[in-house]
T-cell receptor, first 111, second 113 residues
């Protein structure tokens, strides 16, 4: 099964609202990454959070990591239509020597 | 830098034919990854290279798939013979380190009829 699993699978909100996506994983990690994929395009790296970090910001993005719960969340504030995309978490599990991607959350921002 | 370059962008072929996908990683990146993405299975890691050497090919579906990296600036993924169930989008990605962010190419959409 996937190391990282996103929740919800799909999310639809109004422009201007905040969007929160969650990722749960199973084993201890070195870091966790979030990626965005626009329709028909490759994945684009958004943010990386290390296992000893609890929160990280990048523009309108805020990522939290709770290693005790083995979970992470991605918050997009003041959403825009251009944020419509699929969002994936990827975990670098200790000893795994590779990233494992979740199934993604499909986010739709309605104008 | 132009980013990761993949070719072709689209490939339509008949079952039984050989398919070769190509990738040029970002210059200076030591790691190169091949992924396959389908609706049913999501994004799957097929194989990755470090300094042109295959490190983990446990995701390669079967012997019909093979990948090579003859030099630091070029890699191929070959499917022979191709089957309809190979239809997917194939991505190449590169990175400086196994734990760092990966840079993805635009993908090759493969359709096998």
């Amino acid at each position: 099964s996937q190391q990282g699993e996103e929740d919800p699978q799909a999310l639809s909100i109004q422009e201007g609202e905040n969007a929160t996506m969650n990722c749960s994983y199973k084993t201890s990690i070195n870091n966790l990454q979030w990626y965005r994929q626009n329709s028909g395009r490759g994945l684009v790296h958004l943010i990386l959070i290390r296992s000893n970090e609890r929160e990280k910001h990048s523009g309108r993005l805020r990522v939290t990591l709770d290693t005790s719960k083995k979970s992470s969340s991605l918050l997009i504030t003041a959403s825009r239509a251009a944020d419509t995309a699929s969002y994936f978490c990827a975990t670098d599990a200790q000893g795994a020597q590779k990233l494992v991607f979740g199934q993604g959350t499909r986010l739709t921002i309605n104008p | 830098d132009a980013g990761v370059i993949q070719s072709p962008r689209h490939e339509v072929t008949e079952m039984g034919q050989e398919v070769t996908l190509r990738c040029k990683p970002i210059s200076g990146h030591d790691y190169l990854f091949w992924y396959r993405q389908t609706m049913m299975r999501g994004l799957e890691l097929l194989i990755y290279f470090n300094n042109n050497v295959p490190i983990d090919d446990s995701g390669m579906p079967e012997d019909r798939f093979s990948a090579k990296m003859p030099n630091a600036s070029f890699s191929t993924l070959k499917i022979q013979p191709s089957e309809p169930r190979d239809s997917a989008v194939y991505f190449c990605a590169s990175s400086l380190s196994i734990s760092y962010e990966q840079y993805f190419g635009p993908g090759t959409r493969l359709t096998v009829t």
